[in-house]
């Protein structure tokens, strides 16, 4: 029998999940692959820290160089996260010859592309499943079963803790810092949400698909990406009234020859099959000139279903050992010349503004639209929503509109006497 034997980059939640995820289906993975697969060194920073975990005596390293530069390791496996070191030990893991997995979206996205020369110029491979949707098999599926296709479009939520959020706000009125507060003792957050709440892990994944599906390269930092910090339970009460739930969307899509991306909250219709995909679950949709329409959908985070993701590369590299073909002859990250990028593109927005309650200020606003060529679809007024200060929210649905365009009329108006703020800007998908 085959032998495979791993080194872990981590202790984390997903690298504790990794080793559970192989501890308990050990003996089936064994039965169905013919691979006996074994973690022989963790690289553990904190080994006096209870992990749950039993790890056998001698494991555990606190060196780097016992997983990277040992030549009994075959598949290094990365979940410390982040771009450093976590890139640096790839790229030595790589070019001494080892697999590589990683769940690490933020590393793939900023160097997946050189990650991934090395693989080929090594003979080896590079997997990183685990980075986008958690347990839901997403880009291998997109690589191979589905490369046949020609994609339009990718929407999805692919961020468990804002999804969360949102869900949580939505069905029981809740305040956005109360329900943060709550995922994070739950640890469904992070104690610095930052990189959930203000969109950048979904960017990072948005590089990743569009990298797969498109043959595009966009950093992370290029895309338009907005949070949800901003989003209230008076956005969520309009938006229900419209026929809207309100989720944070990774979207990229093909018009005019070029592609179009934007990870925002957006008001999704009741009848959209993400609009049912609740708290930390996550749901990418795709469509292919080929196989049409498809969703796919699980829970995309926790260290159990990430843990599965991670440990369905290592088979695959662990198969392609026992085969004498473990060389990675088909890049996943793909990047042609002639696929443009066109930033975010046009859309329909929702709009909130704090405005006078005084006749002709409709008006007024309309005419300042139609100044810019943006149209009204829908208007909504609350006046049980007044202000002390006599002011009330006037709420809008816009015809498809440039966001730049949109933004300065914005801009206008809020210097109008009539205008107290520019409350909100949610885009609506349909």
Same mark, same amino acid.
């Given at each position: 029998?085959?032998?495979?034997?791993?080194?872990?980059?981590?202790?984390?939640?997903?690298?504790?999940?990794?080793?559970?995820?192989?501890?308990?289906?050990? =003996?089936?993975?064994?039965?169905?692959?013919?691979?006996?697969?074994?973690?022989?060194?963790?690289?553990?920073?904190?080994?006096? &820290?209870?992990?749950?975990?039993?790890?056998?005596?001698?494991?555990?390293?606190?060196?780097?160089?016992?997983? +990277?530069?040992?030549?009994?390791?075959?598949?290094?496996?990365?979940?410390?996260?982040?771009?450093?070191?976590?890139?640096?030990?790839?790229?030595?893991?790589?070019?001494?010859? &080892?697999?590589?997995?990683?769940?690490?979206?933020?590393?793939?996205?900023?160097?997946?592309?050189?990650?991934?020369?090395?693989?080929?110029?090594?003979?080896?491979?590079?997997?990183?499943?685990?980075?986008?949707?958690?347990?839901? !098999?997403?880009?291998?599926?997109? =690589?191979?079963?589905?490369?046949?296709?020609?994609?339009?479009?990718?929407?999805?939520?692919?961020?468990?803790?804002?999804?969360?959020?949102?869900?949580?706000?939505? @069905?029981?009125?809740?305040?956005?810092? #109360?329900?943060?507060?709550?995922?994070?003792?739950?640890?469904?957050?992070?104690?610095?949400?930052?990189?959930?709440? @203000?969109?950048?892990?979904?960017?990072?994944?948005? =590089?990743?698909?569009?990298?797969?599906?498109?043959?595009?390269?966009? !950093?992370? @930092?290029?895309?338009?990406?907005?949070?949800?910090?901003?989003?209230? &339970?008076?956005?969520?009460?309009?938006?229900?009234?419209?026929g809207y739930k309100i989720k944070l969307l990774a979207t990229a899509k093909k018009k005019d020859g070029a592609v179009e991306c934007h990870v925002?909250?957006? +008001?999704?219709?009741?009848?959209?099959?993400?609009?049912?995909?609740?708290? $930390?679950?996550?749901?990418?949709?795709?469509?292919?000139?080929?196989?049409?329409?498809?969703?796919?959908?699980?829970?995309?985070?926790? !260290?159990?279903?990430?843990?599965?993701?991670?440990?369905?590369?290592?088979?695959?590299?662990?198969?392609?050992?026992?085969?004498?073909?473990?060389?990675?002859?088909?890049?996943?990250?793909? @990047?042609?010349?002639?696929?443009?990028?066109?930033? $975010?593109?046009?859309?329909?927005?929702? +709009?909130? +503004?704090?405005?006078? #309650?005084?006749?002709?200020?409709?008006?007024?606003?309309?005419?300042?639209?139609? &100044?810019?060529?943006?149209?009204?679809?829908?208007?909504?007024?609350?006046?049980?929503?007044?202000?002390?200060? =006599?002011?009330?929210?006037?709420?809008?649905?816009?015809?498809?509109? $440039?966001?730049?365009?949109?933004?300065?009329?914005?801009?206008?108006?809020?210097?109008?006497?009539?205008?107290?703020?520019?409350?909100?800007?949610?885009?609506?998908?349909?």
């Open positions: 029998m085959k032998h495979v034997k791993i080194g872990l980059l981590g202790i984390g939640n997903v690298a504790v999940g990794t080793f559970r995820t192989l501890q308990m289906n050990h =003996s089936r993975i064994e039965r169905s692959t013919g691979i006996s697969i074994d973690i022989i060194k963790i690289l553990n920073r904190s080994p006096e &820290k209870d992990r749950g975990i039993s790890v056998a005596e001698g494991v555990y390293t606190q060196d780097p160089a016992d997983i +990277l530069d040992n030549p009994e390791i075959d598949i290094v496996v990365e979940l410390i996260g982040g771009i450093e070191p976590a890139t640096e030990y790839m790229a030595r893991a790589l070019r001494n010859g &080892k697999h590589v997995v990683t769940a690490n979206k933020a590393a793939i996205a900023a160097n997946g592309s050189m990650l991934q020369n090395l693989a080929v110029e090594n003979n080896v491979m590079l997997r990183f499943e685990a980075s986008v949707g958690g347990g839901i !098999p997403i880009l291998g599926t997109l =690589s191979n079963a589905l490369l046949s296709n020609d994609f339009d479009e990718i929407l999805g939520i692919v961020n468990g803790t804002t999804n969360y959020i949102l869900t949580q706000m939505t @069905e029981y009125g809740l305040d956005y810092d #109360d329900v943060l507060k709550d995922a994070q003792e739950k640890g469904f957050a992070e104690r610095d949400p930052s990189g959930d709440v @203000e969109g950048i892990d979904v960017a990072n994944k948005l =590089s990743i698909l569009m990298s797969i599906i498109f043959g595009l390269r966009v !950093p992370p @930092e290029d895309i338009p990406t907005q949070g949800i910090t901003s989003i209230t &339970k008076d956005d969520i009460n309009f938006a229900t009234q419209f925002q909250p957006a +008001l999704v219709p009741f009848d959209h099959p993400l609009a049912s995909v609740s708290n $930390e679950f996550n749901a990418i949709f795709v469509r292919g000139n080929a196989v049409d329409d498809l969703m796919f959908y699980g829970k995309g985070a926790g !260290p159990l279903p990430t843990g599965s993701a991670v440990m369905g590369d290592v088979i695959e590299i662990a198969r392609a050992i026992d085969k004498g073909c473990a060389f990675d002859s088909t890049p996943v990250l793909k @990047e042609y010349d002639d696929v443009a990028y066109a930033g $975010e593109g046009k859309n329909k927005y929702y +709009l909130k +503004l704090i405005v006078d #309650d005084a006749p002709g200020v409709l008006g007024k606003i309309s005419s300042a639209f139609g &100044k810019y060529g943006i149209s009204i679809a829908s208007m909504m007024q609350r006046p049980a929503l007044r202000t002390p200060e =006599s002011s009330v929210p006037l709420v809008f649905i816009l015809h498809e509109a $440039e966001r730049n365009v949109l933004d300065t009329a914005l801009e206008e108006l809020g210097k109008q006497s009539y205008v107290s703020s520019v409350s909100s800007v949610i885009r609506v998908e349909e």
